[in-house]
Structures are given as structure tokens and as C-alpha cells.
């Protein structure tokens, strides 16, 4: 028997279905006997969900065809809510994997925060997880973390609590499943909370599931939404978030404290991530440096987040003295100066092929000459100040 929630508050039940006509009337029963605030919106299903949707008059039914994806059916059944006055939103899937009496975690978190996406954990390890969906909430929950920061342990939940008005200004691209992976990093970009509440799940023996999931179209699609979502957090969200935090109170002395002075890893490794981190933040390489930084920083044992911030180097203001310097230092390479060419209207062929020359060349010898003198500068610092802190 389902748990009386706790919080009934403008909490609304969404549930986005297709084609789920023989699980859809047990889940709306089991819904109801917790709340009355349902609203089901009907993806365009072609079997006959709409005869099951008659008998519960009391649900609130969106309804359209064709079939447009979940992430269409998500993002028209959050504004449906808005209208309806809801303020938040739990989602659940209309295939009876879900538990009607979690929903009581859910109204219970809707109480306390106001700005915060949950979702429910399930347990991947129980009888009957398909072992794809444990392998692509692996590789979901990695890339989530290199886009974010944050760590969780099933970011492919379906079963989630959404803050509807947090999300009102957002923009969205996706239309499948996918949604659920850009609607979590673009909220956590937002300042959105994301937490993880315990939930059950129930999966069904292989031969009586039913899934629209499409690994080779949705597993493309779910690829290059991580493509562009880690280009975007390398390129300016991870920059953006740095320099916000190193200028916030008390900001600057913890990054010290926490990863510079730390006494449990040697000077030499410390000095070698921070020239690591500065060569790799002035290789011509925009938009990647501090991707192709971590993954290097893993590679040979470095800190990565000492890499990381090293790479820093490369934030919006001081992008123009590095590439002026980049030009000045390639001066070596060529045989007519084109540093003050960029600044020149009567910009030709030939003289972007000798600007794109001088700068690639300049840039790596500065990379090197920088990391070089960081990495070394970096080691004498922290050797004098171990030592004055050996000698108190």
C-alpha cells in the first residue's frame, strides 16, 4: 500500500508516456492513492493509452501527435504544470519501474529547498537491471561529473523532483532522451542544487519489458550532447566558476591551503602540475586546453587539480597578452616580422598563413618557457616555506 506523502504543497505527479497502455493504469492507481495532482502526457502513443487515460477522469491529460520524444514530452508537460500553478514537478515513467511510495521522499524534499533538482538512486546492482543500463549510468555519471563537478550515483533516473520555476528561463535543444542529461548540467551551470534521494525500482524479466530506448540512435545522440556540453564547460563554465571562486571571500586562501599546501604530496609533483597546468593553458589549442589538460594530468600522475587551475592562465582577461606574446615570441621562426599585422586592415592570404605560423610557433615556445619557469619558481617557494614551517 502506497505512503501517505508528507508534503502535498503545488507538488504535481508528470508522467510522460508512449505505448505504455498495459502498465499505465496500475501506475495511475497506485499515484493517486498518494496525491490527486497528476497530470500524464500522452506522446503521441498509437496503441490505446487514450482508452486507459478515460477512465481516470480526475488526471489532468496533455495530449498531441505525432510522437515527439520524451524531452519533448518533459519540457511541454513542465510548462503545462507552470500553467496549471504548480511549482514543482515530480516525473515518473509509465512502464511500472517506479514506486508510488517513494513519492513521500520526494514531497518531502519539495518542503525543504526550494532550488533543487532530487533524483532517485536506484539500487543497479538488484535482480533484473539490464546490464546496459548499469554500463550507460557508469558513463553517464562520469561524463556529468567532468561537465559539472558533482558526483552522484545514477544520473539516468528517471524518477526526479523538479523545481519549475527554477527552470523557467532555461533553454533546451533536446527532444529524446537526452533532455535528462542536459536539463541536469545546464541546471548544476545554473546554480541549481542536484541531490540524490534512495529509491526502489522494479525491472521486469527481459521478455515482458518494454523499452523505446534505441541504442544505437539515442546512444549517438546522448554522444554528441556530451561533445558539446564538455566544450562548453572547458571553454567557459569551469573558467567562469575558477574565477568566481578565487575571488570570493576567504576563496583564494582555501585553494592554497586545500591543494598548494597540502603536506601529504611531495613539492616535485605539486611543481610539476602547475608547469604542466600553465604550458597546457598556452598551447593553441582554445576551447580544449583544460580538457586535454586533465586527461594528460591522469595520464602521468599529476594533480589534476593543480593542472587544472594552473591552466587558468588562459581566463578572458589575459587571452590578448598571451597572444601578443605568443606573436612576439615567434618572431624567432620568421623572416618578417607580422606582429603588428593583425592590427591591420589590409589583411591578405599570405599574411594570415605567416600570422597563423608566427603565432603557433610563439605559442609553444611561450607554453614551454612558462611552464618552465612556473614549474621551477613553484618548487622554490614551496622548499622555502616547508622549511620556515620545519623550523617553527
Known sequence: MAETPTYNGNVCVLIPTYNNATTLGDVLRDVLACTPHVIVVNDGATDHTAEVLEQFPEVSVLAYRPNRGKGIALRRGFRFALEQGYDYAITMDADGQHYASDLAVFFEKAGQEETAIYIGARNLQQENMPGKNTFANKFSNFWFYVETGLKGPDTQSGYRLYPLHAMRNMRFACTKYEFEIEVLVKSAWKGVKIDWVPVQVYYPPAEERVSHFRPFRDFSRISVLNTVLVTIAFAYIHPRNFIRFLFSKGGFRQLMR??????????????????????????PIWGFQMLTAVVLAAFFRLNKALVLIASNISMPPLIPLIVYLSFLMGRLYVSEDATWVIFSKDLSIESMKQNIFQYITGSLTLAVLAGTLAGLATYVLLAIFRKKRMAA
Open 258 to 283: 586545500t591543494y598548494l599546501f597540502n603536506p601529504e604530496e611531495t613539492t616535485r609533483r605539486k611543481a610539476l602540475s602547475i608547469g604542466f597546468g600553465v604550458f597546457m593553458g598556452i598551447v
